[in-house]
Protein backbone atom coordinates (compact mmCIF):
# COMPACT_ATOMS: atom_id res chain seq x y z
CA UNK A 1 0.00 0.00 0.00
CA UNK A 2 1.32 3.98 -0.83
CA UNK A 3 -0.15 5.16 2.24
CA UNK A 4 -2.43 8.30 2.14
CA UNK A 5 -2.12 11.49 1.10
CA UNK A 6 -5.52 13.12 0.74
CA UNK A 7 -7.63 15.93 1.19
CA UNK A 8 -11.10 15.83 2.83
CA UNK A 9 -13.56 18.27 2.92
CA UNK A 10 -15.11 19.18 6.31
CA UNK A 11 -18.58 19.75 5.86
CA UNK A 12 -18.66 23.16 8.20
CA UNK A 13 -16.62 26.16 7.49
CA UNK A 14 -16.09 28.83 9.48
CA UNK A 15 -17.37 27.71 13.03
CA UNK A 16 -15.04 25.61 15.04
CA UNK A 17 -16.18 21.99 14.49
CA UNK A 18 -14.47 18.89 15.39
CA UNK A 19 -12.71 17.35 11.78
CA UNK A 20 -11.07 13.87 12.95
CA UNK A 21 -10.66 12.21 15.72
CA UNK A 22 -7.87 9.61 16.46
CA UNK A 23 -7.33 7.07 19.20
CA UNK A 24 -4.90 4.62 19.80
CA UNK A 25 -6.81 1.57 21.60
CA UNK A 26 -3.73 -0.24 23.43
CA UNK A 27 -2.55 3.21 25.30
CA UNK A 28 -5.83 5.15 25.27
CA UNK A 29 -4.57 8.04 23.67
CA UNK A 30 -6.73 10.12 21.94
CA UNK A 31 -6.31 13.35 19.34
CA UNK A 32 -9.49 15.57 18.33
CA UNK A 33 -8.90 17.92 15.80
CA UNK A 34 -11.30 21.26 15.98
CA UNK A 35 -11.15 23.91 13.24
CA UNK A 36 -12.49 26.29 11.34
CA UNK A 37 -11.03 25.19 8.13
CA UNK A 38 -12.95 23.94 5.35
CA UNK A 39 -10.38 20.90 4.72
CA UNK A 40 -7.92 18.25 6.26
CA UNK A 41 -5.10 16.47 4.63
CA UNK A 42 -4.58 13.45 5.87
CA UNK A 43 -0.68 11.80 5.38
CA UNK A 44 0.38 9.07 7.01
CA UNK A 45 4.65 9.00 6.41
CA UNK A 46 4.83 8.09 3.24
CA UNK A 47 8.30 9.34 2.42
CA UNK A 48 9.68 7.90 5.69
CA UNK A 49 12.65 5.63 5.75
CA UNK A 50 14.58 3.48 8.06
CA UNK A 51 17.23 5.44 7.82
CA UNK A 52 15.68 8.16 9.88
CA UNK A 53 16.02 7.98 13.20
CA UNK A 54 13.29 9.67 15.56
CA UNK A 55 12.87 9.69 19.68
CA UNK A 56 14.76 7.49 21.72
CA UNK A 57 17.23 6.23 18.83
CA UNK A 58 13.87 4.80 17.33
CA UNK A 59 13.98 3.65 13.31
CA UNK A 60 10.86 6.03 11.04
CA UNK A 61 10.45 3.09 8.30
CA UNK A 62 7.38 4.21 5.88
CA UNK A 63 4.21 5.55 6.86
CA UNK A 64 5.11 4.84 11.00
CA UNK A 65 3.46 8.52 11.02
CA UNK A 66 0.42 10.23 10.60
CA UNK A 67 -0.32 14.02 9.80
CA UNK A 68 -3.59 15.73 10.14
CA UNK A 69 -3.14 19.29 8.58
CA UNK A 70 -6.19 21.92 8.72
CA UNK A 71 -6.11 24.17 5.26
CA UNK A 72 -7.66 25.75 2.41
CA UNK A 73 -8.60 23.04 -0.11
CA UNK A 74 -5.41 22.46 -2.19
CA UNK A 75 -5.20 24.22 -5.51
CA UNK A 76 -8.05 26.52 -5.14
CA UNK A 77 -7.32 29.45 -6.71
CA UNK A 78 -6.83 27.51 -10.07
CA UNK A 79 -10.47 25.93 -9.29
CA UNK A 80 -13.16 28.73 -9.31
CA UNK A 81 -15.99 26.17 -7.67
CA UNK A 82 -14.11 25.86 -4.94
CA UNK A 83 -14.23 28.58 -1.79
CA UNK A 84 -11.45 31.19 -2.69
CA UNK A 85 -7.98 30.78 -0.65
CA UNK A 86 -6.78 34.30 -1.70
CA UNK A 87 -6.19 37.38 0.53
CA UNK A 88 -5.71 40.14 -0.50
CA UNK A 89 -3.35 42.78 0.63
CA UNK A 90 -4.47 44.62 3.82
CA UNK A 91 -7.37 41.80 4.81
CA UNK A 92 -7.49 40.18 8.12
CA UNK A 93 -7.27 36.21 7.96
CA UNK A 94 -8.64 34.70 10.59
CA UNK A 95 -8.38 30.71 11.49
CA UNK A 96 -8.57 28.83 14.52
CA UNK A 97 -7.20 24.67 14.99
CA UNK A 98 -7.57 22.93 18.21
CA UNK A 99 -5.57 19.66 18.94
CA UNK A 100 -6.88 18.66 22.17
CA UNK A 101 -5.21 15.42 23.71
CA UNK A 102 -6.64 13.29 26.34
CA UNK A 103 -5.88 9.64 27.58
CA UNK A 104 -8.75 7.00 28.92
CA UNK A 105 -7.90 5.16 32.47
Given at each position: M??????????????????????????????????????????????L???????G????????????E?????????????????I?????????????F???G
Amino acid sequence: MNGYDHNYELPTVGSLEKAARLHHAASGRTIAIYTTEPAIQLFTGNTLHESIIGNGGIAMPIHAGVALETQQFPDAPNNSNFPSAIIRPGAAYVSRTEYRFAVDG
